[in-house]
C-alpha cells in the first residue's frame, strides 16, 4: 500500500499522506514517498498548485517511534538531514504555492510539516501539539523557527517548553494557521484555494513566496531592493499585462504564466 497518494484535480496535486492507522506517522517509507511525490509535483510544468492533507483521523503524529530509526543520535541526525529537511526546504523555496489541510491532531515533526505550507487550514477537531517535551527529545522539521515567526516567542516557548495541545480555534486565534473550518469542509475549503491558486499568475505568486520569505531576514534596504528587482520581473511577463487588461476592461484575468 503506498504510503502517500497523489492524484490530480485539473491543475491541482493533491498529495495525501495514507498511514491512518499510525495517524500518518513518519515511518515506513512515507517520508521517502513525500519527498518523491513533492519533486514530482514541483517538476511537473501542468501542476500550479499543489494540496498536502491526511488519510484518516490524523494529519501527521510525527516520528513512528520504535524499530531502528532513532535507536541512535547520528542516525536521527542523518535521517533529519536527508529526508525531512529536505522536504521542509522545498515546501518553503517552491514557486508553486502549497495549501495544507490539517485534517487532524499534527504532533512534532507534523507540526512543521504542517505550517511549512503556504496556507494552512484546520477542521475544527484537529490539534496542534509540540510532543517533542513529551518524550526528550528536542524540537525538528523547523518547528524552532515557524512558531517564533507566527506566534511570537513567549506562545512558542510555551508551547514548546509545556507540550500542550493548541486547539484549531487557538491555532487561528493565535496566527498559526489561517483560519479553521468544520470538519465536513475541510477539504473543499482548502481545495477552493489551491483550485484559486492555480488559476493565478504563477510569476507574481513565485516571487511574492520568495520575498515573504526572504524578508523575514534581512535589513529593511536588503528587502526593498529585492522587491525592485521582483518587480522588474514581474513587469516584464505577459501575466501581468493581461492581469492590467483584465482590470481595465472588469473581466477575470487569464493568466497562462508567462
Partial sequence: MPMVLAERRGSVAVLTLNNPEQYNALGG????ELNAALDAALSDSTVRAILLTGAGKGFCSGAQLGGDAFDVGERVTSLLREEVSPLIEKMRGSDKPIVVAVNGPAAGAGVGIALAGDIVIAARSARFVLSFVRLGAALDAGTSLFLQRSIGISRARAMALLGEPATAEQAAQWGLIWKMVDDAVLFDEAFAIARKFAEGPPVSIGLIKA????????????ALDHEAVAQGRAFVTEDLREGAAAFVEKRPPQFAGR
Avoid at 520575498?211 to 536588503?222: D, H, I, K, R
Fill in 211 to 222: 520575498q515573504v520569505e526572504g524578508a523575514w531576514s534581512v535589513p529593511l534596504a536588503n
Fill in 29 to 32: 517509507s512515507l517520508l521517502l
